[in-house]
Nanobody, 119 residues
């Protein structure tokens, strides 16, 4: 089992920055592929960024490329999402997710943290 706990959400003005953190426990963190998802009101959950176990392979939703950066610290068992130049459309609940294989769905989820970007 893997437990994930997010933190760092909040209210920020357009153009501002936030850094989300996700602390993991329960399984060897370095063996997990990690990701950040988000869900806006009335919309489906979407993948924002993913990162491989080593941190060497990352992928981003097109709308956040150049503004968001996913990273991980395997020694601290933590994954981060640095969000810059935030826009109102970035508003939503952000979830940390993990999976144990390179293929298939993410099977471990955090409780989510709210990010609100005000105009």
């Amino acid at each position: 089992q893997v437990q994930l706990v997010e933190s760092g959400g909040g209210l920020v003005q357009v153009g501002g920055s936030l850094r989300l953190s996700c602390a993991a426990s329960g399984r060897t963190f370095s063996s997990l592929r990690m990701a950040w998802f988000r869900q806006a009101p009335g919309k489906e959950r979407e993948s924002v960024a993913t990162i491989s176990w080593s941190g060497g392979d990352t992928a981003y939703l097109d709308s956040v490329k150049g503004r968001f950066t996913i990273s991980r610290d395997n020694a601290k068992k933590t994954v981060y999402l640095q969000m810059n130049s935030l826009k109102p459309e970035d508003t939503g609940v952000y979830y940390c997710a993990a999976k144990t294989s390179a293929i298939g769905n993410f099977n471990y989820w955090g409780q989510g943290t709210q990010v609100t970007v005000s105009a």
